[in-house]
């Protein structure tokens, strides 16, 4: 694969390497993931979530629906992983000029939570911003673990000889949305949990540092099966109990996006999924986030646009012993007091939504739930997900992906994609 992509971006950003504020620049702003796009990065995959569940098959899908839209970046976290990738994307891409194979040390796949947040500065070209990182709340920033995880952004930096800004404020990008414009949703729960000791002000300020926003848009909760599976676990339609995936406690990407600077894809739940606690449980959550969002304005004090999107039926599966989710998630404790089955077979709530959708030039990558012998209510379910996006993305392919593997450890597409915006050069 070539590495002649990197190689002129490093070229045509040189002038501009290793800048800080001091040094006469402020960010301007984060542009919107509708907007033009140069890049997309991706993780190679180290191992899959559940066994028989192929992570790199759902990757090699995203990169195939891809690559004639853009240029496509895939790190990988040591030499063997990049042998790895080689052999297989060039068997099943051949030689392409635009797929792109980078080593940069990484335990994980979220690309959107760790990876290069590219900002625009007030002397033209990009900069990243770059948070800080503690798990997802599973650790802290001290773990050796979240400590490679944080240092990939800063890596790509360097990569592309970037100008950085930095926080010591934790935050991940997956539940950060901005429309371009200066407006910038988040989960207060979220946020709120990576920094228990900073105010909203105080946020709010970081946020304007790093992201350019001008104001900030604060929804409560996300989706009950994207709470912390250290909570304990859920209660299901039978009864029964279900884990949620080493899940991030409710990030925005999984039910609120911007599809332009003034309309915001929401989340809703099917009336016909009320009689399953985790459903109506995230019913009372979206309506409540509804009712903010149909109060609140843009940066300029305009009203949004509230358009609905379906969730998919809550996605239950069965995980074991050997399988890389559950035998991490045996090993943690349990606030409810609750003590995990070590040994048996659990159920698993897999972190399964429409909107966890990828915006590219020319296509949109959504995902879809429906395999051979399941009801064919959640056929039905994925053909109307798709509608809402063919309806708000009218100039775009849409491209229904199935990314159960991906969802079965605690995301999905957007989750494990970052975008790099098109170089803006002021002169």
Not at 57 to 68: R, Y
Not at 231 to 253: C, F, Q, R
Not at 282 to 287: D, G, I, L, Y
């Amino acid at each position: 694969m070539r590495i002649l992509f990197l190689v002129a971006i490093c070229c045509l950003l040189s002038c501009s390497t290793r800048q800080n504020a001091s040094e006469g620049w402020k960010v301007s702003r984060q542009a919107a993931e509708f907007e033009a796009v140069d890049a997309v990065w991706l993780i190679w995959p180290p191992t899959d979530h559940k066994n028989g569940e192929s992570v790199r098959n759902v990757t090699t899908s995203i990169i195939e629906a891809l690559l004639s839209d853009l240029n496509i970046i895939v790190t990988c976290g040591d030499s063997v992983l990049c042998d790895e990738a080689n052999k297989v994307l060039k068997e099943e891409f051949k030689e392409t000029g635009n797929l792109t194979i980078q080593q940069i040390p990484s335990i994980e796949i979220w690309a959107r939570d760790m990876g290069p947040v590219f900002v625009e500065t007030s002397k033209g070209g990009h900069a990243i911003a770059d948070f800080n990182f503690n798990a997802w709340g599973y650790a802290d920033t001290l773990d050796t673990d979240a400590k490679t995880e944080e240092m990939y952004d800063v890596r790509v930096a360097e990569l592309l000889q970037l100008p950085i800004v930095s926080s010591s404020m934790t935050s991940e990008g997956g539940n950060r949305e901005v429309n371009g414009k200066g407006t910038l949703l988040v989960t207060e729960r979220v946020e709120i949990g990576r920094n228990p000791s900073m105010t909203k002000p105080q946020m709010e300020e970081e946020y304007r540092r790093l992201l350019g926003v001008k104001k900030v848009i604060w929804l409560k909760q996300g989706l009950h099966e994207d709470d912390h599976t250290f909570l304990g676990p859920l209660t299901t339609a039978n009864g029964s109990k279900a884990y949620t995936v080493v899940t991030t406690d409710g990030h925005i990407d999984e039910f609120a996006r911007f599809v332009n600077d003034s309309t915001v894809l929401l989340a809703q739940v099917d009336s016909t999924d009320f009689d399953d606690p985790i459903a109506l449980e995230n019913h009372q959550r979206m309506e409540e986030n509804y009712q903010i969002l149909s109060r609140e304005t843009d940066q300029d004090g305009n009203s949004f646009h509230i358009l609905r999107m379906p969730l998919p039926k809550t996605a239950l599966h069965k995980m074991a012993p050997g399988d890389y989710v559950y035998d991490y998630i045996k090993t943690l404790d349990y606030r409810d007091g609750s003590t995990f089955p070590a040994g048996d077979t659990i159920n698993v709530v897999a972190a399964a939504s429409y909107l966890n959708f990828l915006i590219t030039n020319s296509v949109v990558l959504g995902q879809k739930y429906w395999r051979e012998g399941l009801d064919e209510e959640i056929k039905r379910r994925d053909e109307e997900a798709q509608k809402v996006l063919e309806s708000a993305f009218p100039n775009r392919k849409i491209i229904m992906l199935d990314a159960l593997a991906v969802n079965l450890g605690g995301g999905g597409i957007h989750c494990i994609s970052m975008q790099q915006p098109k170089i803006v050069i002021k002169r």
